[in-house]
């Protein structure tokens, strides 16, 4: 390995680019091996060579003479007045939403992509892989093996008389951010006001101001620290104020830059940034008027950060009334001249996030912007109709539509219904449209339109009424986990809707059935992927439905019960939302309940039934995040059961104690071989074993 990384090194460094290039993806590559693909002898080469590898990675950021005149060129094209070129804007996606119960991490994949741009243009290049590979290095290798080398370069650097290679420095510095970040914080004192000097200076690079930007935001965590411990109290002004003071500046790629970095800033320092959001929101919206498409994209996506990450203060007092209005003037605008344009995906995203968020602080727009969304709808369908061969993302406006809706539904809540009613228009067509989104083609519209619905039928059930039987019949025809997404937000939907009908179940008669076949096969993970490959949610979510319809009536479940009580207790069991999963057992108490016999029937031997019983009310009483076996056997862990669902505790001690008395010694046979935390867990909570 040692021969291999010496060579590796050596054509790192080669003039040739390309040559560069292809020797520099060897270290991003082995960045990016997990533990178990790594070997001592591996890392013990590399780490060798980190003192020459380091430096040469740094240097391989600098631009090249050819770049550079490029990028000087194109800084006189970005500050000149017109439009965007077609060829210079990316193409837009809707940004979508996760499905109803479905785990969301890791669902930040595309804003991670672009918060690691390392290049000025969309082609990938030795700079960009070279910094790129110092960023998965710097988390490889400790910040004592990699601070050493890399601060004497970096000085150089920032006190480069050639902004090129204080560019490059300053790329460096953020790049190394997510290994080094405490470890840099003794630096920070220094190097922060210099970021802010780049940023603000009048004569600056405007690829320096662009890259300052974005490393001052990936500081900004430090500058939170600072503020909220009154070490420099005004520090989050001082940063904001010198971000926000570019957004408008006449350079494109520079009101990018600063959009995005703000957006991060956000992220970061979250409500300590609201003392400032007025002049924030006054910037952006000033900026609305004078941006362009590129730049005026990752404006709009940053009014929607400003909502989702500093919460209901962003309605607090008149801000609203200083950046809704102009949000809503130019969705009307672009609109009117083409309901497809591009820049209304990201525009819709935003107040979808804005008046769920804010709440009934948006009512005084939410009739226009209601009518706004169904008129979008309306307009993208007729577009379509007419286009037979249409791609998923020539949809997208609906899905952005939808969105808006249901952010709508959810920050007013019970007064969406008065809203519906309120509206000339489309007071007597909201049912039908959302009929016909549930229906319809494209699975992104499908998903949206059963995240509306079941939102609808938690807050204002009446106003999807009169079309139950359809959004029902609807809604079971997605039960198709092929479309993972909208399967998962079709069975939440209609979990919420079996709620509403608890003490009716006249409602759900002619559907049962049906409905309870399909549950069955996505919680006994039949129907796709089997049980060793679940789909995220779905068998939490058709577990949480299994109950809520055993609710309404027990007989729907009960004689079907001993086919997939086991794996529906393994469902139960992963649930993470408190109130479903007290819904589940409730569910699933009421159907054992019509059905005693399904404890024998449902296992060969009943004490495969007992364990997964046992184990499933045990979840009850896990730690948040702690899922290691050892609280089985080590220290004692386990938690009461919590508080506000004392009822459902006392009905399933009640459940277990006739359970025991029923079966005897093949209870005993059975809980006598539990762990020691196990046994004392049900002694304690329950007066069990």
């Known amino acids: 390995m040692g021969p291999v990384s010496q060579f590796m090194l050596t054509a790192t460094g080669d003039h040739n680019?390309?040559?560069?290039?292809?020797?520099?993806?060897?270290?991003?590559?082995?960045?990016?091996?997990?533990?178990?693909?790594?070997?001592?002898?591996?890392?013990?080469?590399?780490?060798?060579?980190?003192?020459?590898?380091?430096?040469?990675?740094?240097?391989?950021?600098?631009?090249?003479?050819?770049?550079?005149?490029?990028?000087?060129?194109?800084?006189?094209?970005?500050?000149?007045?017109?439009?965007?070129?077609?060829?210079?804007?990316?193409?837009?996606?809707?940004?979508?939403?996760?499905?109803?119960?479905?785990?969301?991490?890791?669902?930040?994949?595309?804003?991670?992509?672009?918060?690691?741009n390392y290049d000025d243009g969309k082609d990938w290049t030795l700079r960009s892989c070279a910094a790129a590979s110092l960023d998965g290095l710097s988390s490889v290798f400790p910040p004592t093996n990699t601070l050493p080398v890399l601060l004497p370069v970096l000085q150089e650097c920032l006190a480069h008389a050639d902004p090129w290679v204080r560019e490059a420095g300053i790329l460096a510095l953020g790049a190394m951010e997510e290994g080094c970040a405490e470890e840099m914080y003794e630096h920070l004192p220094l190097l922060h006001p210099y970021l802010m000097n780049q940023v603000v200076g009048t004569d600056t690079l405007p690829q320096v101001v662009c890259i300052s930007c974005w490393t001052l935001a990936k500081y900004s965590m430090w500058a939170a620290e600072e503020t909220a411990s009154g070490k420099q109290p005004h520090l989050i002004h001082q940063m904001t104020e010198a971000i926000v003071g570019r957004i408008l500046d006449n350079n494109r790629k520079v009101q990018m830059a600063s959009c995005s970095a703000l957006g991060t800033v956000v992220e970061n320092v979250q409500e300590l940034i609201i003392p400032y959001l007025e002049p924030v929101y006054r910037t952006l919206v000033a900026a609305l008027n004078c941006h362009h498409t590129r730049a005026l994209l990752v404006t709009l996506e940053t009014?929607?950060?400003?909502?989702?990450?500093?919460?209901?203060?962003?309605?607090?007092?008149?801000?609203?009334?200083?950046?809704?209005?102009?949000?809503?003037?130019?969705?009307?605008?672009?609109?009117?001249?083409?309901?497809?344009?591009?820049?209304?995906?990201?525009?819709?995203?935003?107040?979808?996030?804005?008046?769920?968020?804010?709440?009934?602080?948006?009512?005084?727009?939410?009739?226009?912007?209601?009518?706004?969304?169904?008129?979008?709808?309306?307009?993208?369908?007729?577009?379509?109709?007419?286009?037979?061969?249409?791609?998923?993302?020539?949809?997208?406006?609906?899905?952005?539509?939808?969105?808006?809706?249901?952010?709508?539904?959810?920050?007013?809540?019970?007064?969406?219904?008065?809203?519906?009613?309120?509206?000339?228009?489309?007071?007597?067509?909201?049912?039908?449209?959302?009929s016909t989104l549930v229906g319809h083609d494209v699975e992104g519209v499908r998903m949206s339109a059963f995240a509306l619905m079941g939102d609808?039928?938690?807050?204002?059930?009446?106003?999807?009424?009169?079309?139950?039987?359809?959004?029902?019949?609807?809604?079971?025809?997605?039960?198709?986990?092929?479309?993972?997404?909208?399967?998962?937000?079709?069975?939440?939907?209609?979990?919420?809707?079996?709620?509403?009908?608890?003490?009716?179940?006249?409602?759900?008669?002619?559907?049962?059935?049906?409905?309870?076949?399909?549950?069955?096969?996505?919680?006994?993970?039949?129907?796709?992927?089997?049980?060793?490959?679940?789909?995220?949610?779905?068998?939490?979510?058709?577990?949480?439905?299994?109950?809520?319809?055993?609710?309404?009536?027990?007989?729907?479940?009960?004689?079907?019960?001993?086919?997939?009580?086991?794996?529906?207790?393994?469902?139960?069991a992963k649930i993470s939302d408190t109130s479903e999963r007290a819904d589940?057992?409730?569910?699933?108490?009421?159907?054992?309940?019509?059905?005693?016999?399904?404890?024998?029937?449902?296992?060969?031997?009943?004490?495969?039934?007992?364990?997964?019983?046992?184990?499933?009310?045990?979840?009850?009483?896990?730690?948040?995040?702690?899922?290691?076996?050892?609280?089985?056997?080590?220290n004692y862990a386990f938690t009461a059961f919590p508080a506000d669902h004392a009822d459902l505790h006392h009905k399933l001690g009640t459940f277990l104690h006739q359970l025991k008395d029923s079966l005897g010694d093949e209870w005993n046979g059975v809980v006598n071989h539990f762990p020691v935390n196990v046994r004392r867990l049900f002694r304690e909570q329950y007066n069990l074993c």
């Open 17 to 116: 680019e390309e040559v560069a290039l292809e020797a520099c993806e060897f270290w991003l590559v082995f960045a990016s091996f997990d533990e178990t693909m790594v070997t001592t002898e591996m890392l013990a080469a590399v780490e060798a060579i980190v003192p020459q590898l380091l430096p040469t990675l740094v240097k391989a950021m600098v631009y090249s003479e050819e770049k550079k005149e490029e990028l000087l060129e194109m800084n006189a094209v970005d500050e000149q007045q017109g439009e965007d070129r077609v060829q210079d804007v990316a193409p837009v996606f809707h940004r979508s939403k996760a499905a109803k119960g479905e785990n969301d991490e890791g669902s930040g994949g595309e804003d991670d992509d672009e918060d690691d």
């Open 456 to 572: 609808v039928a938690i807050q204002c059930p009446a106003v999807m009424q009169d079309g139950m039987t359809e959004l029902i019949t609807e809604a079971i025809a997605c039960i198709d986990p092929m479309y993972p997404s909208v399967c998962n937000n079709a069975v939440w939907a209609l979990g919420e809707i079996f709620l509403k009908c608890i003490g009716n179940p006249t409602a759900l008669q002619p559907f049962a059935v049906e409905i309870v076949q399909n549950l069955i096969s996505l919680i006994m993970g039949s129907a796709y992927g089997g049980p060793d490959n679940p789909i995220s949610g779905l068998i939490e979510n058709a577990s949480t439905a299994m109950g809520r319809i055993a609710k309404v009536n027990p007989t729907f479940v009960s004689n079907d019960l001993p086919r997939f009580l086991t794996q529906w207790l393994n469902g139960c």
């Open 303 to 434: 009014f929607g950060s400003l909502a989702e990450n500093i919460g209901p203060a962003t309605g607090e007092g008149n801000l609203p009334s200083i950046y809704i209005p102009p949000l809503l003037h130019m969705w009307s605008q672009r609109a009117k001249a083409n309901p497809m344009d591009i820049v209304l995906l990201p525009l819709m995203e935003s107040i979808g996030s804005i008046a769920m968020t804010i709440g009934m602080s948006y009512q005084p727009w939410a009739l226009e912007t209601f009518e706004s969304a169904m008129g979008t709808i309306n307009a993208a369908m007729m577009i379509l109709s007419v286009n037979d061969a249409y791609t998923d993302e020539e949809a997208d406006p609906m899905v952005c539509a939808t969105d808006v809706l249901d952010g709508l539904v959810e920050g007013l809540k019970g007064n969406f219904a008065e809203l519906v009613a309120s509206s000339p228009q489309y007071k007597d067509h909201f049912l039908t449209i959302l």
């Open 584 to 634: 589940a057992f409730e569910g699933l108490l009421l159907a054992i309940q019509a059905n005693p016999n399904s404890i024998k029937q449902a296992s060969p031997e009943v004490d495969q039934t007992i364990n997964g019983l046992m184990f499933a009310v045990m979840s009850w009483h896990i730690p948040s995040g702690n899922i290691s076996t050892t609280i089985l056997s080590g």
